[in-house]
């Protein structure tokens, strides 16, 4: 699987001055901690599910989840296990039939409800259990997730990896009197396993739910104040220099147009000074769709130190894919910091000559960059996101 697959022609490929590689559920931990891009959500009891992914019928996806929790209804749950076995089994059929190959699957996820259920799809699924990548724990505390883990780590098969994404979405961790203690209990039950967490998610909706709160299509999750700081304590905790996790950004639930009631939040400059009347059209169509909050979202979550994120539409795959490219002056602003951090150097200034490179507080910030160019590739030193998002139809 490579991030702007089925995208990725001549055309797209000239943007890339080091393109995105290629990975499979097999590739190491830490490259698919950061190569999951826009993690697509569907319910269990979707229909066709193995033909979407068998044709290739969304562009880029890299990375899905299919829900047997909050997407279904509690009198639904037989059904969709049962829907979800169907769908897996023609899927594991048309692998086996040369359909698709290893390095086309995208990584698939199931979202379980609880340690009985996990046990009850182990049983029903068998083989085809090797065509996942991972289980989804939802509401994911100590209590509840010690036994999980220590179900999926029995699950590990000789060459097949079976990897946790924990969700931390409880109201233990978003009341401010038991947040500190639970995430710490978390972190150090996480670190027991840490070899399969691949990811930890925050499930912001959950969060929202608690207060009443929902934001609107204008609305980023940043401006909504318990969250945002509920977010700043979970990176705190999870994206410190010496933490092994990969933090993904919360859900973004809008998929179509309403009624506007901020300004658009995407400049219009960038888009016509690179493609005049195109690059004009180019945003309306973004506006239009209200995906200017979406980006907008996307650009917090990464400048906040969060790699990816969860989607509910394809319409927002190529918006996450794009928005990660690594630009070519944080590439070889991270390359020359990789390069002289030796020690006999202090501080060195840029190559564009446009910022200082402190060479042991900006240490870790360059591995990451060069873990991100691994997956989401670095676009040449004359195009933007916007030459990615330009390939897209939002509308």
């Keep these: 699987m490579r991030l702007f697959s089925n995208l990725y022609d001549r055309e797209i490929e000239q943007y890339f001055y080091k393109s995105p590689t290629s990975f499979n559920k097999y590739s190491p931990r830490e490259i698919l901690a950061y190569g999951l891009g826009g993690t697509l959500y569907m319910p269990a009891t979707r229909e066709n599910i193995h033909e979407d992914i068998l044709t290739k019928k969304h562009a880029g996806l890299t990375s899905l989840v299919i829900c047997l929790e909050d997407a279904i209804g509690d009198n639904e749950v037989e059904k969709a296990e049962q829907m979800l076995v169907k769908e897996l089994t023609s899927l594991y059929e048309g692998f086996d039939k040369g359909y698709i190959d290893i390095d086309e699957l995208p990584l698939i996820f199931i979202r379980i409800r609880n340690l009985e259920q996990l046990c009850r799809l182990v049983d029903l699924l068998g083989e085809r259990l090797k065509l996942i990548t991972g289980i989804v724990i939802p509401k994911f505390r100590r209590s509840n997730g010690e036994s999980i883990l220590q179900k999926l780590a029995s699950l590990q098969f000789s060459n097949t990896p ?225 030459d990615l998002l330009k390939q897209h139809s939002y509308v």
């Design 162 to 386: 079976l990897y946790a994404m924990p969700i931390l979405e409880s109201k233990e961790i978003i009341y401010k009197e038991t947040r500190d203690k639970e995430l710490f209990d978390i972190k150090s039950l996480l670190d027991q396993y840490k070899d399969i967490v691949l990811n930890v998610r925050i499930g912001a909706t959950d969060f929202s739910g608690i207060f009443g709160i929902r934001r609107n299509s204008d609305t980023t999750v940043y401006d909504i104040a318990v969250i945002r700081d509920c977010i700043a304590d979970i990176i705190n905790m999870f994206v410190r220099f010496d933490s092994p996790y990969v933090v993904s950004g919360p859900v973004w639930e809008y998929f179509s147009s309403a009624k506007r009631v901020l300004k658009p939040q995407i400049r219009e400059t960038p888009f016509i000074e690179k493609y005049g009347t195109e690059g004009a059209k180019i945003r309306q169509e973004i506006i239009g769709s209200h995906m200017d909050g979406f980006i907008r979202e996307i650009l917090m979550d990464i400048a906040n130190g969060i790699v990816g994120k969860t989607i509910i539409h394809p319409t927002h795959i190529q918006a996450v894919q794009a928005l990660n490219a690594v630009s070519y002056e944080e590439y070889m602003d991270a390359f020359h910091i990789i390069s002289e951090g030796n020690g006999e150097i202090g501080v060195l200034k840029s190559s564009f000559a446009n910022k200082m490179n402190e060479l042991k507080p900006h240490l870790y910030w360059a591995h990451k960059i060069m873990l991100k160019s691994e997956t989401y590739g670095v676009l040449h030193n004359d195009y933007t996101y916007i």
